[in-house]
């Protein structure tokens, strides 16, 4: 079974230019997740979806961060304009029904770095 | 709310000796608690998970965690430790019926030869 699918891997942009990471879930799997991970922390969500909503994005910082998750699937990640602090892991994890107790599935991240 | 504290940034050991990654939770409600490792530019992987069934709980590569509720803890262990092992462990908690997670801020675990 293919896991997790992020892209790009890494990616290195200036300061002010907008970027996005792409997410492929697990097949079947209804609910999406996608995390920040700054350098020598744990990860901290940013944003859920159950198929297609967004049910949970009270962490996302939305005067320049934005998702979307067409159709249920694939979900991209947005950050316009980029800014320093920006530079971190940008993870992507799905589960099955988004239950308490479910296992999440991550993916590699994607590796932000903002010059 | 929860929350998850790793007491420990960093765990050195030797190879072949146990290895003992702590963590404390705080949680209104019956929590969820797993173990995750992340190795270097890899994506994080499941270790073991707690969801209130046997209070200790198997996971791979010999890894083993025991929760226990009067202490709050759900400390991660391993009788003798592998240079593969050599990573870093996060301890993650669940709760209030949903499957958002709480992340702790990781333990690096060092193995030396």
């Known amino acids: 079974e293919a896991g997790v699918v992020q892209s790009p891997r890494y990616k290195i942009i200036e300061k002010k230019q907008p970027v996005a990471f792409w997410c492929n879930p697990i097949?079947?799997?209804?609910?999406l997740y996608w995390y920040l991970q700054n350098l020598g922390q744990g990860p901290e969500l940013l944003i859920r979806?159950?198929?297609?909503?967004?049910?949970?994005d009270s962490q996302l910082p939305k005067d320049r961060f934005s998702a979307e998750r067409l159709k249920g699937v694939d979900s991209t990640l947005k950050i316009q304009p980029a800014e320093l602090g920006d530079s971190a892991v940008y993870l992507c994890?799905?589960?099955?029904?988004?239950?308490?107790?479910?296992?999440?599935?991550f993916g590699p991240g994607t590796r932000l770095l903002v010059l | 709310a929860q929350s998850v504290t790793q007491l420990d940034s960093h765990v050195s050991v030797s190879e072949g000796t146990p290895v003992l990654l702590r963590c404390n939770y705080s949680?209104?409600?019956?929590?969820?608690l797993f173990w995750y490792v992340q190795h270097p530019n890899k994506g994080l992987q499941l270790l073991l998970k707690?969801?209130?069934?046997?209070?200790l709980v198997k996971g791979i590569n010999g890894f083993e965690a025991e929760f226990k509720k009067s202490e709050t803890s759900f400390h991660l262990t391993k009788p003798s430790a592998h240079m593969s092992d050599a990573a870093e462990y996060f301890c993650?908690?669940?709760?209030?019926?949903?499957?958002?997670?709480?992340f702790g801020k990781g333990t690096m675990l060092l193995v030396s030869p």
């Open positions: 097949s079947g799997h209804n609910t």
């Open positions: 994890a799905s589960s099955l029904g988004g239950l308490e107790g479910e296992t999440q599935y």
């Open positions: 979806y159950e198929n297609e909503e967004a049910v949970d």
């Open positions: 993650v908690v669940s709760g209030s019926g949903y499957s958002t997670l709480t």
């Open positions: 707690y969801t209130s069934a046997a209070t």
């Open positions: 949680s209104s409600y019956s929590p969820s």
